[in-house]
């Protein structure tokens, strides 16, 4: 128990997150931890839509990307954010607390609490767009999204997963695959065994942008940070399977 309570105590406060450039990185992430911690709750539609369009623009993950035309004028944010006021996120969210790192041991509810967003973000998306006239259609898989959305929520606990995320973990020598959030969450998961408690997501983030950028530089053909032979795999986006209700 004495472990856990160290590593809760090294993780970073609200304060970090929203005035340390050395915690949150660039100032725009403070503006949207601070937007975070205000207005943590999902009973607003006005509110959520707003969360959603910054953190999506700023973070070019905006759902309205492969989502189609609107049926009505409203914004796709504003139809997520209508569905997540009659879902249980902020109970899963509540689950989880603050200075409670990402570990082993609420992994699960990490992912849990992903993939409801995903699946709302997905049956909002094929409601509101006139290609969910289309049965065959599927909205695309926002797993990026959702990732940065809870990310801004629960800083301590939520990986950020992209593209870049996933090659970073590819160079620093860890097998995947890492397609679903649950296999990047279990990559994250090996990746920092064994590190003393002063990263975070967003710090190994930081770290794993950088490295996967190099692996995905394609100048050369060889990556400069682990020396790997690239293999050039066409990218594709994923169907999400959807629930009915
Ligand atoms: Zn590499």
Same mark, same amino acid.
């Given at each position: 128990?004495?472990?856990?309570?160290?590593?809760?105590?090294?993780?970073?406060?609200?304060?970090?997150?929203?005035?340390?450039?050395? !915690?949150?990185?660039?100032?725009? #992430? /403070?503006? =949207?931890?601070?937007?975070?911690?205000? #207005?943590?709750?999902? &009973?607003? $539609?006005?509110? !959520?839509?707003?969360?959603?369009?910054?953190? &999506?623009?700023?973070?070019?993950?905006?759902?309205?990307?492969?989502?189609?035309?609107?049926?009505?004028?409203?914004?796709?944010?504003?139809?997520?954010?209508?569905?997540?006021? @009659?879902? $249980?996120?902020?109970?899963?969210? @509540?689950?989880?607390?603050?200075?409670?790192?990402?570990?082993?041991?609420?992994? &699960?509810?990490?992912?849990?609490?992903?993939? =409801? =967003?995903? /699946?709302?973000?997905?049956?909002?998306?094929?409601?509101?767009?006139?290609?969910?006239?289309?049965?065959?259609? *599927?909205?695309? @898989? /926002?797993? *990026?999204?959702?990732?940065?959305?809870?990310?801004?929520?629960? $800083?301590?606990?939520?990986?950020?997963?992209? *593209?870049?995320?996933?090659?970073?973990?590819?160079?620093?020598?860890?097998?995947?695959?890492?397609?679903?959030?649950?296999?990047?969450?279990?990559?994250?998961?090996?990746?920092?065994? &064994?590190?003393?408690?002063?990263?975070?997501?967003?710090?190994?983030?930081?770290?794993?942008?950088?490295?996967?950028?190099?692996?995905?530089?394609? !100048?050369?053909?060889?990556?400069?940070?682990?020396?790997?032979?690239?293999?050039?795999?066409?990218?594709?986006?994923?169907?999400?399977? =959807?629930?009915?209700?």
């Amino acid at each position: 128990m004495a472990v856990k309570t160290d590593a809760i105590a090294l993780t970073p406060t609200w304060e970090a997150y929203t005035g340390y450039a050395e !915690t949150a990185g660039p100032f725009e #992430n /403070q503006v =949207l931890y601070a937007m975070c911690r205000d #207005n943590p709750a999902h &009973g607003d $539609p006005y509110v !959520t839509a707003g969360k959603i369009t910054a953190i &999506g623009r700023i973070y070019a993950a905006a759902p309205e990307r492969g989502a189609g035309s609107g049926r009505e004028p409203g914004s796709l944010s504003q139809a997520i954010a209508v569905r997540l006021a @009659n879902s $249980p996120l902020d109970d899963r969210l @509540n689950a989880i607390a603050f200075a409670e790192r990402f570990s082993k041991a609420n992994i &699960g509810q990490i992912v849990e609490a992903h993939r =409801l =967003l995903v /699946q709302e973000v997905a049956l909002a998306t094929r409601g509101w767009s006139i290609s969910g006239d289309d049965g065959a259609w *599927s909205p695309r @898989n /926002q797993a *990026s999204f959702a990732s940065k959305y809870l990310h801004f929520h629960r $800083p301590n606990a939520f990986p950020i997963m992209d *593209s870049y995320a996933k090659a970073g973990l590819a160079c620093a020598g860890l097998k995947g695959p890492f397609g679903t959030y649950e296999q990047f969450c279990a990559g994250i998961a090996r990746h920092v065994e &064994g590190q003393d408690l002063s990263w975070t997501p967003r710090s190994i983030d930081t770290h794993l942008v950088i490295r996967g950028r190099a692996h995905l530089d394609r !100048t050369g053909s060889l990556c400069r940070q682990c020396g790997v032979e690239f293999v050039r795999r066409p990218r594709k986006a994923k169907a999400v399977v =959807l629930n009915s209700g």
